[in-house]
């Protein structure tokens, strides 16, 4: 079998459509960032759990380790809980939760992170792109990819 990148990323980015945002406070520190890596964890619809996936690099998520405890926010198209584990995938960390609250604002649509990035200005686009470089070189560190 061979490996094409261009088909995986391809149909990885098929499963990540929804951006969120996801925020935490420890020790009076708050912080947030946007995951495209969400998801709901539980087949018992009385006890919903959800999934996301925090890169070590990033403040928010040693936030969300040390303080057990996330808020993820779903973005709408147009504009207008407790841990129970966590789980180390060397560039990341994917945490589970229980869900102990959950409100809906408003109908209509959710943010699909295609016309979400199409909005975006362009000095936030090349803001992501300086910033995302040391993130990258972090998680290849952590996965044992670079020398």
């Known amino acids: 079998m061979t490996f094409d990148l261009a088909a995986a990323n391809y149909t990885l980015s098929g499963l990540r459509p929804f951006p969120v945002a996801v925020t935490t406070v420890h020790e009076g520190r708050a912080n947030g960032l946007i995951s495209l890596s969400a998801g709901a964890a539980a087949i018992v619809p009385e006890a919903p759990r959800v999934t996301i996936s925090l890169t070590k690099y990033n403040l928010t998520h040693d936030l969300v380790l040390n303080s057990g405890a996330f808020v993820m926010h779903l973005l709408a198209a147009t504009p207008e809980p407790a841990l129970e584990a966590s789980f ?34 362009k000095e936030w686009i090349e803001r992501y792109e300086a910033n995302h470089v040391p993130q990258l070189e972090s998680a290849r560190r952590n996965r044992g990819l670079t020398e």
């Open 88 to 121: 180390d995938v060397q560039e990341s960390t994917i945490f589970v939760a229980d869900v102990v609250g959950a409100e809906r604002l408003r109908a209509g649509e959710r943010l699909r992170i295609g016309p979400a990035w199409e909005k975006l200005p």
